[in-house]
């Protein structure tokens, strides 16, 4: 018996050590083939893009494990431009470094019978990763070109390339952005990505559940913050999160705003530009197409969520502005002459707050607008031609609380295919005080409301580059107004006693309906004025209406100008309370002007 255990343990150790041995001889004698194979399967999956170096190749079969020390992917520059002279690059670059590439439980009679590789887990050490962007109007067109898969590329070798999952943690990142010969680079530090269930064979590249061949690719990127190339400006963001599985964006703490203080922004600038604080505590992206994204720039999703913010504009009139022409730049306007292709189904709005700060050079303080809690949605935000043939109307339907007061409800249609640019523009604002609007009138006017009721403002309007019509009602009463002195001037207050007096009983309607029961509508046909940009445009033809409610015609105000020449004791009252009143009436909304022609300028 003993006898027999000792044949079997001996025909056992036999085994071991022709095993033992095989595998040294293959794991000796392979590596050059694995080699190879390695370099080969590189270069023609990537039409010969880029070419893989390392200093050494650790191969145990046994185990199924290859490590790759000091492991570099590099595009070929030489190569990149051949692609370019034929229009087949891409526009996007990848140099990829490595400590160490370690590929672990591959089967080698997978590859030996099946021609299958079958892989556990692939981890890359402290990977450091440039991508580079470079746009080609080429890849935006459809190519009648057959290019081929990265299947194609690899059959020859494998049947079928599997691998579980890849880790890659810590990961240095830099994104380079190469136009017109000049390049811009973003860097990210601690960057962590996750892919799971990488496929590669026949049917892969068809599949839709997969993204580039995966299952799904999550990236969590910390805090980061970046200073934009016009030298003004910064962005920055608490965390970014994409999970391409769930075809979904998440940042956090998204704040876009200028790198040096307000003082500093209108000093380097030496002129009166808008300057933008943004700042939303979420932005999220869902059921975006990764694949367009990065291929070719293109936005593409069926949500875009802000939630919880704000959005401040600030302008200082100290500083000059040179008037340009606006005609064509009204926003959905610019939206079709962008370079990339946008496509948005919905943009939900979610408790965002818009205010509006302007300095005025006369008075030497500031006024302010706002527009608190905004919520509403904006469909169909495309340039899309395709899309736009179906439906060639973008919309918005948003509601805030206008100086944190009244209830504003706005609708906005815009025709995208307009080549006269129209659109349209309704709304209501509910019941409020009058003097609310103080906040602005008081710094930037010197006017102040003693007292008023706004019972409801509705609209209803149609434009274009160069009209604007529709209807306005504007229901009001006991409306007061007071004329200030000018800070140093306290005694003019008297005579502006009695020049409030004048505007308040001769030239505005206290009320509408007004004292005689006459209820006054406004039927607005507003020629713009070429230099004035969009939302001063909407704010002037609404400026229109306000004026016929309030009972200030033409000829109205004709009849008190030539009052005031044949009354000399009063002349000099009467002038002042009728520009003090045209003030008056442009300052209750032409505010709102304001602070969107420095907007768009």
Not at 450 to 459: D, L
Request: hydrophobic share 35%; glycine share 4%.
């Amino acid at each position: 018996m003993k006898a027999v255990w000792k044949w079997i343990l001996g025909i056992l150790l036999a085994i071991i050590l022709i095993l033992a041995g095989l595998i040294w001889y293959f794991s000796r004698n392979w590596k050059p083939i694995v080699d190879t194979k390695l370099k080969e399967v590189v270069h023609n999956a990537t039409d010969g893009l880029y070419r893989l170096n390392y200093d050494n190749l650790d191969l145990n079969i046994a185990l199924g494990n290859v490590t790759l020390s000091n492991a570099e992917l590099i595009p070929d520059s030489t190569v990149y431009q051949q692609q370019v002279a034929t229009k087949d690059a891409p526009n996007n670059r990848y140099h990829i470094k490595l400590k160490a590439l370690k590929v672990r439980s591959f089967s080698l009679m997978d590859i030996l019978a099946k021609k299958k590789l079958n892989i556990r887990s692939i981890a890359l050490i402290e990977p450091n990763i440039q991508l580079i962007s470079e746009y080609h109007a080429y890849n935006d067109t459809v190519s009648t070109k057959p290019k081929k898969t990265l299947y194609e590329n690899v059959k020859d070798i494998f049947n079928s390339i599997n691998v579980r999952d890849i880790q890659l943690d810590k990961i240095k990142f830099k994104y380079s952005k190469i136009d017109q010969g000049k390049s811009s680079d973003i860097d990210l530090e601690e960057v962590n990505i996750k892919v799971h269930d990488v496929l590669v064979d026949e049917t892969s590249l068809k599949d839709s559940t997969r993204f580039f061949y995966t299952k799904m690719i999550t990236v969590d990127v910390p805090g980061f913050a970046y200073n934009l190339p016009d030298d003004f400006y910064q962005v920055k963001f608490d965390n970014l999160s994409i999970n391409t599985r769930e075809h979904n964006v998440l940042l956090t703490k998204v704040v876009y705003q200028p790198k040096m203080s307000r003082a500093a922004f209108y000093k380097k600038q030496n002129k009166n530009v808008t300057m933008a604080v943004l700042k939303f505590d979420t932005l999220r992206f869902e059921n975006l197409d990764f694949k367009q994204l990065l291929d070719n720039q293109q936005t593409i999703a069926s949500k875009i969520q802000v939630k919880n913010g704000s959005a401040d504009l600030y302008a200082d009139k100290r500083y000059y502005s040179k008037p340009v022409n606006k005609i064509g730049k009204s926003p959905h306007q610019l939206l079709m002459k962008a370079q990339k292709l946008l496509r948005i189904d919905t943009v939900f709005v979610d408790n965002i707050s818009v205010t509006y700060h302007e300095f005025s050079q006369k008075y030497n303080r500031e006024g302010s607008i706002s527009f608190n809690g905004a919520t509403g949605t904006l469909t169909n935000v495309t340039n899309d031609i395709q899309q736009l043939n179906k439906d060639k109307f973008m919309r918005a339907d948003l509601k805030a609380q206008i100086m944190n007061s009244g209830s504003l409800h706005a609708k906005f249609g815009f025709d995208m295919l307009s080549s006269s640019g129209y659109y349209t523009y309704s709304g209501t604002v509910g019941s409020m005080k009058a003097p609310a609007f103080n906040r602005i009138l008081q710094p930037l006017l010197n006017v102040e409301i003693g007292s008023g009721n706004i019972k409801r403002i509705a609209f209803n309007m149609e434009g274009t580059d160069r009209k604007n019509w529709g209807s306005f009602t504007f229901d009001y009463n006991e409306l007061k107004i007071k004329l200030l002195a000018a800070p140093g001037e306290e005694e003019k207050k008297k005579g502006l006693k009695v020049a409030s007096f004048l505007v308040n009983q001769i030239l505005i309607n206290d009320s509408n309906p007004d004292a005689n029961e006459v209820y006054h509508k406004g039927k607005i046909n507003y020629t713009r004025v070429p230099e004035y940009p969009f939302f001063k445009t909407l704010w002037q033809s609404l400026l229109d209406g306000i004026k016929q409610c309030a009972g200030i015609g033409p000829e109205r105000e004709a009849k008190l100008m030539g009052t005031a020449e044949t009354t000399k004791n009063v002349v000099t009252g009467a002038k002042s309370a009728v520009q003090k009143t045209g003030d008056f009436i442009k300052g209750i909304f032409k505010k709102k002007d304001k602070s969107n022609e420095e907007e768009e300028k």
